[in-house]
């Protein structure tokens, strides 16, 4: 077996036919959906009257969230100033 030359060219198995960059796990899309319809039908004005409930109940874990969503990079030129507290984590 130490004799065997690696494979190149034709035959080099089953090598990059993997799932597409950017093309979502289908079971992670299908749970992501399940989640949005679930928060939808969790309250009566949908999905943003549940959140805006959420935000005022459970403000920790809404900014946690809010934190996960916001765009990791600002443009300078959209005018948007953070202040954050000198406590937390750095963006």
């Given at each position: 077996m130490a004799n065997e030359q690696p494979k190149v060219g034709v035959n080099t198995g089953n090598r990059g036919k993997g799932?597409?960059?950017g093309v979502p796990n289908k079971i992670n899309a299908l749970l992501k959906?399940?989640?949005l319809q679930?928060?939808?039908n969790a309250h009566p004005?949908?999905?943003v009257g549940y959140l805006t409930q959420?935000?005022?109940e459970n403000p920790v874990a809404f900014m946690t969230l809010v934190g996960k969503v916001l765009p990791?990079?600002?443009d300078g030129e959209a005018g948007i100033t953070i202040?954050?507290?000198p406590m937390?984590?750095?963006l």
């Open positions: 799932r597409p960059k959906d399940e989640i679930a928060a939808a004005d949908g999905r959420q935000a005022n990791t990079q600002i202040f954050m507290h937390a984590k750095s």
